[in-house]
Structure formats: C-alpha cells, structure tokens
C-alpha cells in the first residue's frame, strides 16, 4: 500500500477542480490574444504537463530576485515568485508572434 505526505487535495482551497480554478485565467488569456478559448480536457492536459521535473527545477531557478531589485534575492517566496515569472514569461515569445501577426504572416508565404 502506497502512503503518501503533504495534504494531498487535488482540489483548490475554494473548493474548484483545478480546471475550474484555472478556467477563469485561461479565458481571459485567449480574450487578450485572441486565441480560441481551449476545452476543459485541453486545460487539463497542458496543466499536467508542467508537472516535468525538469521543467520545475528549470522554473524555480528563473527569476528569484526581489521585483525593480534585479540583485537582490527575494525574502518571501523565492522559488514560487520564480514559477510565476517563468509561467508567466516563457509563453510570450509565441503569443507575442500571434499578438504581432508573425505566426499568422508565415503560414500565407
């Protein structure tokens, strides 16, 4: 039998499924992008996929520094500042090529 630590609650603490949770953001994203806005089960698996070790330890090394204080390290929440950041970066470089029309320019050449 497996035994598990931590709280182990697949829900947020409001209650939500994690989809619900994230839905809100998510549309919001595709409003400003002008992206189609993605189901339920689309959510869910690019959600799952970021759970990559790799990929967290890669996040959590991004950006730990204290916001305008490029040089200092921030006292409270380092690692998860640096996931937000990452999260929050990374994406851009293609919906800024959508955003600025060169995603869309490339597949008409």
């Given at each position: ?77 380092p690692i998860q500042s640096s996931i ?26």
């Amino acid at each position: 039998m497996l035994e598990y630590t931590g709280h182990k609650l697949a829900r947020m603490p409001d209650g939500k499924t994690l989809v619900e949770w994230l839905r809100p953001t998510v549309e919001d994203e595709c409003h400003y992008y002008g992206v189609p806005k993605p189901t339920d089960e689309q959510i869910a698996v690019v959600a799952r996929s970021l759970r990559m070790h790799h990929l967290m330890t890669h996040a959590a090394e991004y950006d730990y520094s204290e916001l305008h204080t490029p040089g200092k390290k921030t006292d409270f929440y380092p690692i998860q500042s640096s996931i937000g950041r990452f999260l929050r970066d990374a994406p851009l470089e293609t919906l800024d090529k959508i955003n600025l029309g060169e995603r869309h320019d490339s597949t008409t050449k």
